[in-house]
């Protein structure tokens, strides 16, 4: 195995339809591929130095994370990352500069820290000419991930890598098969938020009043199984229900935010079939479904009309079959 000049890798958003935070615990989640919004990272060897690992933002045009703003930034977890890398894939050490082209909004519950770490993952991998596979590559962004955001459930590390929606529990990852009569609309609130504060604040509230905690995490299990069901059978209608339903259950424990709910209120009044806040919450991205008797645009504009400072789309039938 030699060494290239350079190496390539790039990683897609997610979004999570179900689960979220209760996952963290074990309960299952689901969640979305979002493909065009992508993050590409070139990676090179550099000149000896001390500082291992230079990060690099390509200026694609939407913000990259706050710490990698300044040119040159030393990322620790990214850094972690590489050296266990090096470790895991018996490679000689050395200091590595990583160009980051992130066209995922971060803090906005789309999985930006998570695909940026796998796309660092696969340029290194090309880099160096190693094998990486689905097992180390897991575990190399979950490194990535712990510095970043603490206790990560794995969810985001699996799905900004999957072309197809999956269910996952535990650490473990199952295609699903999505066959429903409808369109995904992810709307960005525009308000940034921090996965590891909405975590932190809801692990403090679940330690003062363990009968919540029991209660979240079997409500949102259920809602989560029930959906999966809806889903085998294509069933549209029940599927943006089980999402509202959750919508209410991560509103009840101080996850939404006045922008959030607005969405999830606009996109219910105009037909959607169901929506609800998706990722870490307080601030981010809410996630709609709208049948095929309402057009998407009218869904995208009364989402932009109530505050969306963006909308995407994402196909409802993006089958693992
Ligand atoms: O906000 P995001 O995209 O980082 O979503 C994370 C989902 C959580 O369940 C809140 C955390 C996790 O590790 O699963």
């Known amino acids: 195995m030699s060494e290239h000049e350079f190496g390539v890798g790039s990683a897609h958003a997610k979004a999570i339809l179900f689960g979220e935070h209760a996952v963290v ?37 939407v913000p990259v994370p706050d710490r990698w703003s300044r040119t040159g930034a030393d990322d620790p977890a990214l850094r972690e990352l590489v050296t266990n890398f090096f470790v895991a894939t018996e490679t000689r050490s050395r200091a590595i500069d990583l160009t980051v082209d992130c066209r995922i909004p971060p803090g906005r519950g789309l999985g930006s820290s998570a695909a940026c770490a796998r796309a660092v993952v696969y340029a290194l991998g090309d880099l160096f000419d190693r094998p990486v596979d689905a097992r180390l590559t897991f575990d190399l962004v979950q490194t990535a991930e712990r510095v970043a955001h603490g ?12 072309a197809v929606p999956i269910w996952f529990q535990g650490g473990v990852a199952k295609e699903l098969v999505m066959d429903l009569d409808g369109v995904f609309v992810i709307a960005d609130s525009g308000v940034s938020s921090a996965t590891s504060v909405a975590v932190s604040e809801l692990r403090r509230r679940f330690d003062g009043d363990p009968a919540a905690k029991a209660g979240f995490l079997e409500r949102s299990a259920r809602i989560t199984a029930a959906a999966v069901e809806d889903l085998a059978h294509a069933r549209v209608g029940a599927v943006g229900h089980r999402m509202t339903e959750n919508q209410a259950l991560l509103g009840e ?51 932009r009309v109530a505050g969306a400072v963006a909308t995407w789309t994402v196909p409802a039938d993006l089958s693992a079959r």
């Open 151 to 162: 206790s990560p459930s794995g969810v985001d590390t699996v799905a900004t890598g999957s």
């Open 25 to 61: 615990y074990g309960a299952p989640a689901v969640a979305i591929p979002v493909p065009q919004l992508r993050v590409s990272v070139l990676a090179r060897c550099a000149p000896e130095r001390s500082n291992g690992v230079r990060v690099t933002d390509a200026g694609a045009g």
């Open 253 to 303: 424990f101080g996850l939404g935010i006045a922008e959030t709910d607005r969405l999830v209120t606009a996109a219910v009044a105009v037909g959607c079939a169901g929506a609800k806040l998706s990722g870490g919450g307080l601030g981010g991205c809410v996630v709609a479904l709208a049948d095929v008797a309402h057009p998407v645009e009218a869904v995208e504009t009364a989402l």
